[in-house]
Each structure stands twice: as C-alpha cells, then as structure tokens.
C-alpha cells in the first residue's frame, strides 16, 4: 500500500488561513480553487514549516502572519511508520510526528518537533534522511519559478540544474580543488622565492666559507713555512757551532804543539847556554882551538833563542785568537740554544734543502695571499653550516610544494572529468526525456552542454521549436509566454525524474498556456506520479481536470469574507 509522507497540513494565522486542518492523501493531490483563493499558501505554509527559506511573498517570515494576529502556527502530521523496516524519521518511534513552525509578530521563529523545541540544522538533518529538501526547485517548484527559469543564462541555469539534482557537489569539488590549487601553487611561489633568496645566501656565505678554508690552508702553509724557516736557520747555526768548535779546537792544537815546542827551545837554549859557558871558561884557559865551537853554539843558542822569541810571540798570538774563538763559540751556542728553543716550539724539526731567503721569500708570497682574501666575518664556518642546513630544508619544501602542486593538478583534472561525465550523463538522460516530453505536446527541442571544458563558461543551453519551427535557444524574447512555460516545464518535469523526493510539489505551472498544452503537461505530471508511486505530489491549479483522473485526492480551496478553506472532495 502507497503511504504519504504528509498526512495533514494544519494552519494557524497563516496569510488569509484563520485555522484548517487539510489531509493530503498518497499519490497525486490536486489543489484547485480561484486567483487570491490561498492555494499557494498551503504550499508556502509546508514550505515554512519544512525551514525552507524561500517565502515568494513575503521579504520577512512576519508578513506571513495572518493580519491583526501576533503569531502563526505551520503543522504538518508527518506519517512515520516503518518503510522497509525502517521509519522515515528514525529518531522518533511514534508513527506519527508533529514538525511546526511558530512565526511571531516580533520577528522570533522557532521549529518544534512532538512538541520540543528543535534547532533548524537538526530538522534539516531528519528531512535529509528521507531525501526531502525543501529548498530544491524541482522538489518544489513555486509559482513563478517557470518565468525565473527563463530568463537565466546558460551558465546560470547550469549551476541551478547542478544544485537541484546533487551535482552542485561536484562543481564544489572541481572549485575546491581549483583554491586548493590555487593555494599550492601561491604555496610553491613562495617557496621558490624564500628559495632564490636562500640561494643567495648561500652563495654569499659559501664565498666566505671558501676564503674562510682558503685562509686556513694558507694559514697553515705559513706556520709550515715559518717551521721550515726556524729549523733551517738551527741548521745553519749548527754549522756554524761546527765550525767554531773545529776552529778552536784547531787553535787549542796549534798552541798546545807550539808550547810543547816551547819547552823544546827553552830545554835546547839552556843546553847550549851551558855548553856556550863551558867552551867560554876552555877559551879562557888557553884553548883557542875551541874558538870555532864557541862560534858555533853561540850560533845555536841565538838561532834557537830567536825561534823560541817567535813561537812565544805566535803562542800569544794564538791564545789571543783561541780567546775570540772560544767568545764566538759561547755565542753561536747561545744563539743555537735560543733558535733550537724557538723552532722546537714551532714545531718537530724538519729536513730542508732551501735557503732561508727561499723560504722568506715563498713566506712573503703567502702573506700576500691571505692579505688578497679579505675580511673574513667572523663564525663565517658556523654561519655556512647553519645556512645550508636552512637551504637544504627550504629546498625539501620547494620539492615538496612542487609535488603538492602535481597532486593538486591531477586531483583537479580528476574532478573535472568526473564533474562533466556527471554533467554528460544527466544531459544525454535529460536531452532524451526533454526530448520526449516536446513530442508529446508537437514540439522539439535538445538540452546540450556548452563550454564543457570551463568550469567558469560551461551552461545548459535549452532550444525549443513547435509547429514544425527550427529549434531556437529559450530565451524570454524569442518564444510566446505559452511556448516558454511548456518548453520550461517539460524540461522540469525531465530533470525531476532525477530528484528522488517523496513529496514534490508544482504550483501554478499554466500561467500563459493554452488548455490544450496545460492539459498535456498535466498528463505528464501523473505520469511521473504514476511511474514513482512512493512519491507523493501536491499539483496547484486554478481549474481541475475533467474528468478527475482516478486515485486523484482533490482538494478544493475557497476564500469566505478574507479567511480561506481548504477541504478535501474525493481520493483514491
């Protein structure tokens, strides 16, 4: 059995209702009744009672206050007996629940639920779960939305279309992808940048650090060099130690074999003094023929006393020469002690083959290359360490931002193409059942997808022809006002197969039609009702069929002396 979602719709003070209680039964329900008769508030009034924003009539929910009142009450009896095991509103367990809206004079609107107090999010929440929301155009379409419709643009009614049949989530997901996008891509901007500047940095610490490791390794050529200096002038200072030594050593020999020759000469003299006074006294006695031996040691001693005189002479001279000698001695071993003190602490000795002037001069060159490097700032090593530490992370976030970036671009074209094979299937099954509907009523037409690759351009361009006329774009120029609410409701009707709603609800739809067409579009919408059984529709019209169709619950509306009535007539 085909169960109504809305058992009852009960108004209080609501626009020209003083108080109706108007049953809706499953199906179709047809609500006719005369211009200014209240129909269109029964639909405003479930409206407001469903929390949907839209009030047609009124800028401010006040002015739906029936005048001279100070409230309003919308109730609708909501059937909430198990579906497939499941009720519509799991939250309640009653079969039955109470969702009303309290419109006050001083502007306070609140929703109650039972009798308790509900927030509106939550209402939403609960009409969610069974699919109804109040504010999409297809599940009800106002009085007036038809004229609206018209005059939107391609890209406008594509993103009304989305909306209304749950693709505007797709759109969302392209344009959130595009700002996410677009955030990464400002994202890896920045990184580029902070990038570029760290590599100048860098740069500029990488040259510091360059000269710093450049002054160090000089730095260290001279303290070689100056080690090499040191140790070669011991060298040569030991050398000259060598040769003092030696020429002392010489000069103590010369002395000591000439003082040995001394002793020689005074020992030989006194011999041949003594033998000079013996040969004196024989002479003296008489013996002349010693006077030639006389002559002859006389000869000998002067000769021998003469070179005893020299060597004397030369043994002063050398002991005079052995004294500077030893003094230069002392000094040059002076000397050694301090350069040998010097160079051990400098460094362990080492062997070279240059001369100090070499090695001074090669010092000299060094000097000048440290001072061609400049002023070194200070922790110049440190600062290099620590910025290319810095470069290192800023470039794995350049990376990083880059990949994010490539991400991003495939997430994007993901959801693009996933958001125009959406849009695709919905115009080829909207194209065809549009399509259909023109025929039925001896017109033709297509729905067809433009700028399909620009999320920003992309539109639904509608075309419509009848009498055998080329299909033209609908527009509110080119067509009669009966030709654009045909052409418009059939293309309705066609994307509401799409909503899955268990009410819907058109009100007013034949505004500028002819009987035939109104009757035609009529047909279509039980149709549509027939084929969706579990759906129940309320149909506003000012004239009803005739005949009544079977199963239709016809409810009559009148207005009596400003206060409006609603009561049910028939129902299947």
């Known amino acids: ?49 469903l929390g949907q924003s839209y009030t047609e009539r009124g800028r401010r929910l006040s002015d739906l206050i029936r005048w001279g009142e100070d409230y309003a009450r919308v109730t609708l009896v909501i059937n909430n007996e198990p579906r497939n095991g499941k009720r519509p509103l799991p939250r309640f367990r009653s079969s039955e629940v109470y969702l009303t809206r309290y419109l006050r004079r001083d502007g306070t609107y609140w929703h109650e639920a039972n009798g308790r107090p509900i927030t509106k999010a939550e209402l939403v929440r609960s009409l969610a ?12 379409m ?10 939107l643009n391609p890209q406008e ?12 989530a797709f759109r969302r997901g392209v344009l959130a992808a595009m700002k996410e996008l677009g955030e990464v891509i400002e994202a890896e901007r920045r990184a580029k940048e ?14 510091q650090y360059s000269k710093f490791v450049k002054y160090n390794e000089l730095r260290e050529k001279l303290r070689s060099l100056e080690r090499e200096l040191a140790w070669s002038l011991v060298s040569i200072r030991e050398e000259q130690v060598r040769e003092a030594e030696l020429r002392l050593k010489s000069l103590r020999e010369e002395i000591s ?28 006695s008489g013996q002349v023929g010693l006077v030639g031996s006389l002559k002859k040691t006389l000869l000998s001693y002067a000769e021998s006393y003469a070179e005893y005189r020299v060597a004397e002479y030369m043994v002063k001279v050398l002991s005079d020469q052995e004294r500077e000698a030893f003094k230069e001695y002392v000094k040059l071993r002076k000397k050694l002690e301090e350069e040998l003190g010097e160079a051990e602490s400098i460094g362990p000795r080492v062997r070279t083959e240059r001369s100090p002037e070499e090695i001074r001069e090669e010092i000299e060159r060094v000097k000048i290359a440290v001072a061609a490097l400049g002023e070194i700032p200070p922790g110049a090593a440190e600062a290099y360490e620590r910025y290319v530490k810095e470069y290192e992370e800023i470039k794995a976030r350049a990376e990083e931002a880059a990949r994010n970036k490539a991400r991003a671009m495939e997430e994007l074209e993901y959801r693009k193409r996933l958001w125009r094979s959406k849009l695709e299937e919905l115009v080829n099954e909207v194209n065809s059942r549009y399509a259909e509907f023109l025929t039925r009523l001896g017109g033709v037409g297509e729905v067809r997808l433009v700028n399909a690759d620009d999320l920003e351009n992309a539109g639904l361009l509608v075309t419509v022809g009848f009498r055998g006329a080329e299909p033209v774009e609908l527009n509110p120029y080119t067509q009669s006002g009966g030709e654009r609410t045909t052409a418009v409701m059939c293309f309705l009707l066609a994307l509401q197969s799409r909503a899955k709603s268990p009410f819907r609800a058109v009100d007013e739809f034949e505004i500028h039609m002819d009987p035939r067409n109104r009757e035609a579009i009529l047909k279509l919408i039980l149709d549509m009702a027939a084929q969706n059984p579990d759906a129940q529709y309320l ?34």
Do not use: C
């Open 1 to 49: 059995m085909v169960k109504q979602l809305i058992k009852e719709v009960i108004l209080e003070n609501f626009m020209s209702y003083r108080y109706a209680r108007v049953p809706l039964g499953p199906g179709v329900n047809l609500v006719v009744g005369p211009n200014g008769s209240g129909k269109s508030s029964l639909l405003l009034a479930i409206s407001v009672a």
């Open 257 to 284: 074999k000439l003082k040995r020759r001394l002793e020689e000469l005074r020992d030989h003299s006194s011999n041949l003094l003594r033998e000079a006074d013996d040969l004196e006294r024989l002479v003296a």
């Open 129 to 140: 779960r069974v699919g109804l929301n109040p504010e999409n155009m297809l599940i009800i």
């Open 142 to 151: 106002h009085q007036g939305l038809v004229e609206e419709f018209v005059f």
């Open 194 to 207: 902070l990038l570029a500047r760290a590599e100048e940095t860098l740069k500029y610490w990488e040259e």
């Open 157 to 168: 009614r594509l993103r009304v279309v989305e909306d209304a049949v749950g693709l505007g």
């Open 539 to 572: 149909i506003i019209t000012p004239v009803p069929f005739r005949p009544l169709p079977r199963g239709v619950n016809l409810i009559v509306v009148q207005k009596v002396r400003g206060v409006s009535y609603a009561r049910k007539t028939s129902g299947g």
